[in-house]
């Protein structure tokens, strides 16, 4: 395996509310390696999105990293002070985001903005930077780049704003790029195009991305390895093969039970029980043991460790490790 | 196909857009569409943001007054004089289950309401007795009845506006994406419980949504629309397995399937551009300006929807 590009050890984020402490990220761990695609998969509220803005220290106000490092190529961000930051982000890491049309100022021009961050992160200035940007422009598929420069955001689709957004982010050919549910807002047909266009671009000058999305099918469609994500917790992480072949937290197992896919469309949908989590209460257990069906009295009271499945493939249920247990002593 | 409940013959919603100081121009959001469903049967209606399908479900309904055509239900035509005694039969659930419900009204309010205004209970007991009945249909508990909606989670939330929507005994129920707005784990709940009530009640159901899958695992036959036409209309299996519109075959190639190996073996057929502003809708087939077999016909004539075996009914030029 090639060299750790990013690592994240123990991350715990909280935010400090009138209501007390929510522990929206409570020790994630992870390592990211150049050029790949790494999907972090869970419903809202598992602590996905703040994850990764963790990771670009973008967090609200009231957040904060209480405990854990995030490593970039070996350095301990979390140590960084605000303008060493300013530099990681946008050159060494951008981030896109669900909604195009908030990210956006708009009351400034595509090409106003985009220059904005090409002077910012780069030396080019002048007649210099309007050709980066014409060069970025064209770079994700739009067409009339010097016409679409001279516009504003509410002249754009909501496919085009998107493209608009990750030509920006590569203004500076970062290493990472995190894209924070970045089809959500789009039509089936646009997300095909947006997809494609971010694997082409993934393809073409190699940076790792960072996939976040609720959609189990564009992180098979995408992903390498994935993470699945429950109560702020990493639930299970492997290959997408192991994940959706060989699911071993029942969370996992719930979820893709409890979608529409094209061998279950004449069976019922299997759902998962209950309602999400509530951040403010979490259970002292397992996160997800007040909806899960075989929870067991240990799941109630200790929060399980991940145990590894095989080399590609990591789970922190109990149910593994009572599988374990029963398989050892089955051969003594 | 079992009896015809209801029959949407040429609906015509048009839209009033003012361009300029005194000029204004029809928006056509919905254009001369027709299809019918039978008696407890779920069609599926498909299509991406604005294309329609949300104005003809309330068009349906005459939450909006239609600008041509005419819908029938059960043979009755539904016009404006018999409107309040035909939503009696014909009913809404609506996409975002925090708009649509009164937050100043308890969940018993809510669900009493329709019950009030059609005068189906006698007395404050039996209204009592009707609304507890009605939430262990949808899987509440009796003690939320005295509960405002914003107490409650998405999903519990949309099974309150099922509920109100069920409380006249409607034979047919408008579900405008139901499930989109509540997270992938509880979407599974709600669509087994439409499944349920179909299976005890008999209810119809025109269930408009974007996403394939879920309209695919719910209807018996589905509508694609684009640019507020009908594009193709055939049985969901058959729809998924033989689609004949351009439209309809990119549109099922872009789906992201939770499943690797069968969505990384597809072919994607990428479509080029975004959807022509329906003020600007190209001339001939709504689609041709993306659709990769488009011919000289495609731009001068629009065509319409033809079968082609088996209830298969396509609107295409080409193919």
Redo the contacts between chains.
Sequence with gaps: MSETLLGVQNLHTSFFTDNGEVQAVNGVSFDLNPGEILGIVG??GSGKSVTAYSIMQILADTGRITEGKVLFKGEDLTKWNDKQMQGFRGKNCSIIFQDPMTSLNPVFTIGNQMREAVILHTDRRGADADARVKELLELVGINEPEKRMKQYPFEH?G??RQRVMIAMALACEPDILIADEPTTAL???????I??LIQSLQRKMGMAVILVT????????MCDNIIVMYGGRVCERGT??EI??NPKHEYTK????????????KK?????AG??INMLNLPKGCAFCP?CDSAMKICLSEIPQELTINENHKAACWMNVKAAYEEASRNE | MSETLVEVRNLKQYFPVKVGIAKTIPLKAVDDISFTIGKGETLGLVG??GCGKTTAGRSILRLYKPTGGEVLFNGELVTEKNITHMRKKMQMVFQDPYSSLDPRMTVEDIIGEPLDVHKLCANRKERRERILELMEIVGLNAEHATRYAHEF?G??RQRIGIARALAVNPEFIVCDEPVSAL???????V??MF?ELQQKLGVAYLFIA?D???V??ISKRIAVMYLGKIVEIADA?ELNDYPIHPYTE??L????????????ARH?I??EG??PSPLKRPSGCPFRTRCRYATEQCAEECPTLSDRGGDHLVACWVK
Excluded: C
Excluded at chain 1, 187 to 193: E, L, N, S, Y
Excluded at chain 2, 183 to 189: E, F, G, K, L, N
Excluded at chain 2, 253 to 264: L, M, N, Q, W, Y
């Design positions: 419903e809202s689709s496919g085009m039509d089936v047909t646009i997300q095909a195009q997809l494609e609720h959609d189990l099918g564009v992180i098979a469609d997408a093969r959706f072949y719930g979820l893709l039970r409890s979608i529409p896919n094209v061998n279950n469309m019922k949908l299997i759902p998962i309602t999400p909806r | 991406e943001s989670s999903g519990q997270d992938v784990s509880i979407q599974a709940q669509i087994n499944e974007h394939l899958l879920v695919h695992h299996d990119s549109l190639s872009a789906v992201p399937i939770p499943d690797p190996d069968v969505t990384r994607r990428i479509l975004d959807v």
